[in-house]
């Protein structure tokens, strides 16, 4: 009788806790859903003050005037190397696809054989006999005629 009792008292202790754990839980959600709506209300204050644009045309890229050189700690200053915008790469794509719509007349001499894959050695150092190799060989051929 005395054991029932007892593990009536730990089936309480344990609803107890559970009861416990499931409000912690519940007071969390609810913080976080106060989180998460706070972080629209700022998300929705920063976007009204961003400015807009209209349409995408009238979006401009930085062109590279604009940028600044980038001078090392040496002092030295580190050539620029033209870039192509997204326009300039856009056409290039377009002008592409139409050479790619153009057949070409193949030959089989123009046909390449593709080589089959063979990978390299992950340690080429440990497939080359060393010089010591050879020096310890005539060590013991010298030792044998002693």
């Keep these: 009788m005395a054991r029932m009792e007892a593990m009536l008292a ?27 709506q ?7 204050y920063l976007s009204k003050q961003a400015p807009s644009y209209s349409s995408s045309s009238a979006t401009k890229t930085t062109s590279r005037e604009e940028c600044k050189a980038i001078t090392l700690r040496s002092g030295r200053e580190l050539e620029e190397k033209s870039r192509e915008t997204k326009e300039e790469k856009e056409e290039d794509s377009s002008t592409d696809k139409e050479e790619a719509q153009i057949p070409t007349p193949s030959s089989s001499e123009e046909k390449e054989v593709l080589k089959p894959y063979v990978p390299r050695a992950p340690y080429p150092q440990r497939l080359i006999k060393n010089a010591k190799d050879n020096q310890f060989s005539k060590f013991l051929e010298i030792f044998k005629k002693l």
Excluded: M, P, Y
Aim: contains cysteine; hydrophobic residues 30%; charged residues 40%.
């Design 10 to 36: 730990n089936l309480c202790k344990e609803f107890d806790d559970l009861k416990k754990f499931k409000e912690e839980v519940i007071s969390n959600r609810q913080n976080q859903d106060a989180a998460t």
């Design 38 to 44: 706070k972080l629209e209300a700022q998300v929705g």
